[in-house]
Protein backbone atom coordinates (compact mmCIF):
# COMPACT_ATOMS: atom_id res chain seq x y z
CA UNK A 1 0.00 0.00 0.00
CA UNK A 2 1.31 3.86 -0.41
CA UNK A 3 2.70 5.03 2.30
CA UNK A 4 0.33 8.13 3.16
CA UNK A 5 2.74 8.97 6.08
CA UNK A 6 5.40 10.30 3.35
CA UNK A 7 2.15 11.18 0.85
CA UNK A 8 0.88 13.71 3.29
CA UNK A 9 3.50 14.20 5.61
CA UNK A 10 1.07 12.64 8.39
CA UNK A 11 1.96 12.58 11.82
CA UNK A 12 -1.89 12.40 13.43
CA UNK A 13 -5.00 11.15 11.67
CA UNK A 14 -8.43 11.34 12.91
CA UNK A 15 -11.03 8.42 11.86
CA UNK A 16 -14.80 9.03 13.24
CA UNK A 17 -16.56 5.73 13.47
CA UNK A 18 -13.01 3.88 14.48
CA UNK A 19 -14.07 2.01 17.01
CA UNK A 20 -14.98 -1.42 14.62
CA UNK A 21 -15.39 -1.97 10.96
CA UNK A 22 -14.09 0.14 8.24
CA UNK A 23 -12.68 3.27 10.40
CA UNK A 24 -10.92 0.83 12.96
CA UNK A 25 -9.03 -1.41 9.89
CA UNK A 26 -8.13 1.82 8.21
CA UNK A 27 -6.91 3.21 11.79
CA UNK A 28 -4.40 0.03 12.27
CA UNK A 29 -3.30 0.46 8.51
CA UNK A 30 -2.45 4.05 9.13
CA UNK A 31 -0.27 2.71 12.56
CA UNK A 32 1.31 0.28 10.49
CA UNK A 33 2.90 3.43 9.09
CA UNK A 34 3.61 5.01 11.85
CA UNK A 35 0.88 7.12 12.13
CA UNK A 36 -0.85 8.33 15.65
CA UNK A 37 -4.61 8.14 15.43
CA UNK A 38 -7.43 9.47 17.08
CA UNK A 39 -10.35 7.21 17.23
CA UNK A 40 -13.85 9.22 17.39
CA UNK A 41 -17.39 6.88 18.01
CA UNK A 42 -20.03 6.80 20.83
CA UNK A 43 -19.17 3.67 22.43
CA UNK A 44 -16.14 3.86 25.26
CA UNK A 45 -16.09 0.18 25.39
CA UNK A 46 -15.14 -0.36 22.19
CA UNK A 47 -13.16 2.39 21.91
CA UNK A 48 -11.09 1.46 24.35
CA UNK A 49 -10.76 -2.21 22.98
CA UNK A 50 -9.88 -0.39 19.51
CA UNK A 51 -7.01 1.54 21.31
CA UNK A 52 -5.90 -1.35 23.35
CA UNK A 53 -5.43 -3.77 19.93
CA UNK A 54 -3.59 -0.72 18.05
CA UNK A 55 -1.40 -0.61 20.70
CA UNK A 56 -0.40 -4.14 21.34
CA UNK A 57 0.59 -4.99 17.45
CA UNK A 58 2.04 -0.97 17.59
CA UNK A 59 3.17 0.24 20.65
CA UNK A 60 5.41 3.20 19.34
CA UNK A 61 1.92 4.51 17.82
CA UNK A 62 0.20 6.43 19.90
CA UNK A 63 -3.88 6.23 19.98
CA UNK A 64 -6.31 8.92 21.65
CA UNK A 65 -9.95 8.15 21.48
CA UNK A 66 -12.90 10.42 21.85
CA UNK A 67 -16.65 9.03 23.33
CA UNK A 68 -18.76 11.48 21.33
CA UNK A 69 -22.67 10.74 20.28
CA UNK A 70 -22.57 11.67 16.62
CA UNK A 71 -26.09 11.09 16.26
CA UNK A 72 -26.38 14.52 18.83
CA UNK A 73 -25.91 18.25 19.01
CA UNK A 74 -23.01 18.80 16.06
CA UNK A 75 -21.73 21.59 18.29
CA UNK A 76 -20.96 18.75 21.06
CA UNK A 77 -18.94 17.61 18.10
CA UNK A 78 -17.42 20.54 17.44
CA UNK A 79 -16.41 21.31 20.93
CA UNK A 80 -14.80 17.92 21.03
CA UNK A 81 -12.69 18.31 18.46
CA UNK A 82 -11.38 21.87 19.46
CA UNK A 83 -10.46 20.11 22.79
CA UNK A 84 -8.94 17.23 21.58
CA UNK A 85 -7.89 17.23 18.26
CA UNK A 86 -7.01 21.06 17.12
CA UNK A 87 -3.55 20.42 18.36
CA UNK A 88 -2.64 17.56 17.10
CA UNK A 89 -2.56 19.63 13.55
CA UNK A 90 -3.87 16.33 11.39
CA UNK A 91 -3.52 15.59 8.18
CA UNK A 92 -5.75 12.84 7.18
CA UNK A 93 -9.53 12.43 8.21
CA UNK A 94 -11.76 9.35 7.71
CA UNK A 95 -15.40 10.72 8.23
CA UNK A 96 -16.91 7.06 8.15
CA UNK A 97 -19.32 6.98 10.73
CA UNK A 98 -22.64 6.57 9.79
CA UNK A 99 -25.76 3.84 10.32
CA UNK A 100 -28.84 2.00 8.63
CA UNK A 101 -32.29 1.54 9.68
CA UNK A 102 -35.06 -0.22 8.59
CA UNK A 103 -37.70 1.63 10.17
CA UNK A 104 -40.57 3.49 8.86
CA UNK A 105 -39.87 6.90 9.83
CA UNK A 106 -43.30 8.33 10.22
CA UNK A 107 -44.07 5.83 12.76
CA UNK A 108 -41.13 6.45 14.70
CA UNK A 109 -41.05 10.13 15.97
CA UNK A 110 -39.14 12.55 14.76
CA UNK A 111 -36.41 11.78 17.17
CA UNK A 112 -35.23 9.03 15.77
CA UNK A 113 -35.48 10.77 12.47
CA UNK A 114 -33.49 13.83 13.71
CA UNK A 115 -30.27 11.22 14.98
CA UNK A 116 -30.11 9.20 11.83
CA UNK A 117 -30.08 12.65 9.91
CA UNK A 118 -27.17 14.10 12.36
CA UNK A 119 -25.20 11.05 12.44
CA UNK A 120 -25.33 10.23 8.35
CA UNK A 121 -25.36 13.61 7.26
CA UNK A 122 -24.58 16.81 9.84
CA UNK A 123 -21.97 15.23 11.61
CA UNK A 124 -19.90 14.58 8.35
CA UNK A 125 -20.58 18.32 6.81
CA UNK A 126 -19.39 19.27 10.36
CA UNK A 127 -16.25 17.37 10.41
CA UNK A 128 -15.49 18.45 7.24
CA UNK A 129 -16.10 22.44 8.03
CA UNK A 130 -13.96 21.77 11.29
CA UNK A 131 -11.13 20.54 9.24
CA UNK A 132 -11.22 22.56 6.58
CA UNK A 133 -10.99 25.79 9.04
CA UNK A 134 -8.02 23.87 10.47
CA UNK A 135 -6.05 23.32 7.57
CA UNK A 136 -6.44 27.11 6.13
CA UNK A 137 -5.68 28.44 9.69
CA UNK A 138 -2.37 27.04 8.83
CA UNK A 139 -1.43 29.05 6.31
CA UNK A 140 1.40 27.65 4.14
CA UNK A 141 2.43 25.07 6.56
CA UNK A 142 -0.10 23.16 5.29
CA UNK A 143 0.48 21.38 2.48
CA UNK A 144 -1.14 18.21 1.34
CA UNK A 145 -3.56 16.52 3.41
CA UNK A 146 -6.76 14.23 2.85
CA UNK A 147 -10.50 13.36 3.74
CA UNK A 148 -12.37 10.79 3.13
CA UNK A 149 -16.04 10.57 3.61
CA UNK A 150 -17.80 6.73 3.50
CA UNK A 151 -21.02 6.56 1.58
CA UNK A 152 -22.54 3.40 0.23
CA UNK A 153 -24.36 1.89 -2.64
CA UNK A 154 -27.28 2.60 -1.54
CA UNK A 155 -26.80 6.25 -2.59
CA UNK A 156 -26.86 5.38 -6.06
CA UNK A 157 -31.09 3.73 -6.17
CA UNK A 158 -33.89 3.88 -4.15
CA UNK A 159 -34.18 0.49 -2.56
CA UNK A 160 -36.77 -0.94 0.70
CA UNK A 161 -34.52 -3.16 2.17
CA UNK A 162 -33.73 0.00 4.25
CA UNK A 163 -35.76 3.36 5.63
CA UNK A 164 -35.85 5.69 2.62
CA UNK A 165 -33.50 8.19 5.18
CA UNK A 166 -30.35 6.26 4.35
CA UNK A 167 -30.06 6.33 0.86
CA UNK A 168 -30.70 9.35 1.23
CA UNK A 169 -28.13 10.44 3.40
CA UNK A 170 -25.41 8.90 1.56
CA UNK A 171 -26.60 10.32 -1.68
CA UNK A 172 -26.03 13.37 -0.12
CA UNK A 173 -22.69 12.75 0.84
CA UNK A 174 -21.54 11.54 -2.20
CA UNK A 175 -22.50 15.20 -4.03
CA UNK A 176 -20.91 16.68 -0.69
CA UNK A 177 -17.88 15.04 -0.92
CA UNK A 178 -17.35 15.97 -5.22
CA UNK A 179 -18.48 19.59 -4.52
CA UNK A 180 -15.93 20.01 -1.87
CA UNK A 181 -13.21 18.07 -3.59
CA UNK A 182 -13.69 21.03 -6.80
CA UNK A 183 -13.51 23.76 -4.45
CA UNK A 184 -10.45 22.50 -1.60
CA UNK A 185 -7.90 21.39 -3.67
CA UNK A 186 -6.55 24.06 -4.35
CA UNK A 187 -5.30 23.94 -0.73
CA UNK A 188 -3.84 21.00 -1.18
CA UNK A 189 -6.88 18.88 -0.26
CA UNK A 190 -7.35 14.99 -1.72
CA UNK A 191 -10.67 14.27 -1.36
CA UNK A 192 -12.07 10.85 -1.73
CA UNK A 193 -15.74 9.34 -1.10
CA UNK A 194 -16.27 5.24 -1.08
CA UNK A 195 -18.97 3.37 -2.33
CA UNK A 196 -19.35 0.48 -0.40
CA UNK A 197 -21.55 -2.39 -0.69
CA UNK A 198 -22.10 -5.57 1.43
CA UNK A 199 -19.36 -5.51 4.11
CA UNK A 200 -18.16 -7.46 7.07
CA UNK A 201 -19.30 -5.14 10.04
CA UNK A 202 -21.43 -4.48 12.58
CA UNK A 203 -23.95 -2.49 9.88
CA UNK A 204 -26.51 -5.09 9.35
CA UNK A 205 -27.04 -6.06 12.78
CA UNK A 206 -27.66 -1.81 13.83
CA UNK A 207 -29.58 -1.59 11.11
CA UNK A 208 -31.80 -4.93 12.10
CA UNK A 209 -31.67 -6.31 8.64
CA UNK A 210 -31.44 -9.87 9.24
CA UNK A 211 -29.86 -12.60 7.09
CA UNK A 212 -28.59 -11.17 3.93
CA UNK A 213 -28.43 -12.98 1.23
CA UNK A 214 -26.11 -10.53 -0.48
CA UNK A 215 -23.41 -11.18 1.80
CA UNK A 216 -22.64 -14.25 0.34
CA UNK A 217 -21.31 -13.67 -2.86
CA UNK A 218 -20.92 -10.02 -2.46
CA UNK A 219 -19.24 -8.79 0.74
CA UNK A 220 -16.02 -7.36 1.54
CA UNK A 221 -13.70 -7.22 3.98
CA UNK A 222 -12.91 -4.39 6.24
CA UNK A 223 -9.35 -5.03 4.97
CA UNK A 224 -9.72 -4.88 1.24
CA UNK A 225 -11.59 -1.87 1.49
CA UNK A 226 -8.93 0.16 3.43
CA UNK A 227 -6.35 -1.02 0.87
CA UNK A 228 -8.65 0.48 -1.98
CA UNK A 229 -8.77 3.94 0.03
CA UNK A 230 -4.74 4.01 0.53
CA UNK A 231 -4.79 3.19 -3.36
CA UNK A 232 -6.89 5.72 -4.49
CA UNK A 233 -6.12 8.58 -2.71
CA UNK A 234 -5.17 11.41 -4.75
CA UNK A 235 -6.14 9.83 -8.00
CA UNK A 236 -9.69 9.59 -7.49
CA UNK A 237 -12.33 11.34 -5.79
CA UNK A 238 -15.01 8.60 -6.00
CA UNK A 239 -14.63 5.05 -5.61
CA UNK A 240 -16.97 1.71 -5.73
CA UNK A 241 -15.62 -0.82 -3.31
CA UNK A 242 -16.56 -4.05 -4.91
CA UNK A 243 -18.31 -5.97 -7.73
CA UNK A 244 -22.25 -5.25 -6.40
CA UNK A 245 -21.21 -1.46 -6.35
CA UNK A 246 -20.11 -1.73 -9.81
CA UNK A 247 -23.10 -3.46 -10.78
CA UNK A 248 -25.91 -1.56 -8.81
CA UNK A 249 -24.38 1.74 -10.41
CA UNK A 250 -24.37 0.15 -14.09
CA UNK A 251 -27.71 -0.87 -13.75
CA UNK A 252 -29.45 2.38 -12.18
CA UNK A 253 -27.55 4.63 -15.00
CA UNK A 254 -29.10 1.33 -17.64
CA UNK A 255 -32.67 0.92 -16.36
CA UNK A 256 -33.69 4.66 -15.20
CA UNK A 257 -34.58 5.09 -11.51
CA UNK A 258 -38.28 5.36 -13.09
CA UNK A 259 -38.10 1.38 -14.25
CA UNK A 260 -36.53 0.80 -10.67
CA UNK A 261 -39.22 2.18 -8.75
CA UNK A 262 -42.20 0.50 -10.58
CA UNK A 263 -40.46 -2.76 -10.99
CA UNK A 264 -40.24 -2.35 -6.89
CA UNK A 265 -43.36 -1.51 -6.12
CA UNK A 266 -44.97 -4.20 -7.95
CA UNK A 267 -42.80 -6.61 -6.42
CA UNK A 268 -42.18 -5.57 -3.25
CA UNK A 269 -43.53 -8.23 -0.24
CA UNK A 270 -44.72 -4.74 1.80
CA UNK A 271 -46.50 -3.29 -1.54
CA UNK A 272 -48.03 -6.49 -1.28
CA UNK A 273 -48.70 -6.89 2.35
CA UNK A 274 -49.98 -3.40 2.48
CA UNK A 275 -52.91 -3.91 -0.39
Known amino acids: MPNLKKKYGAKWALITGGSTGIGYQFAEDLASQDVNVVLLANNKDRLENAKTKINEKYPNVEVRTISVDLSGDALDLEKALDEHVAELNVNIVFSNAGYGTTFEF??????????????????????????????????????????????????????????????????????????????????????????????????????????????????????????????????????????????????TRFLGKNLIVYVSQKTSPTTKKDK
Open 106 to 251: EEVGWEAVQKHINCNVVAHVKVAEWFLKQWKSRGKQATRGAIIFTSSVASYVPIEMLSELYGASKAYLSIFAGSFAIRTKKFGLDTLVIQPGPVTTRFSEVAKIGKDPLKKYFQRSPSSVSRLIFNALGKFTSIETGFFSVIVKAL
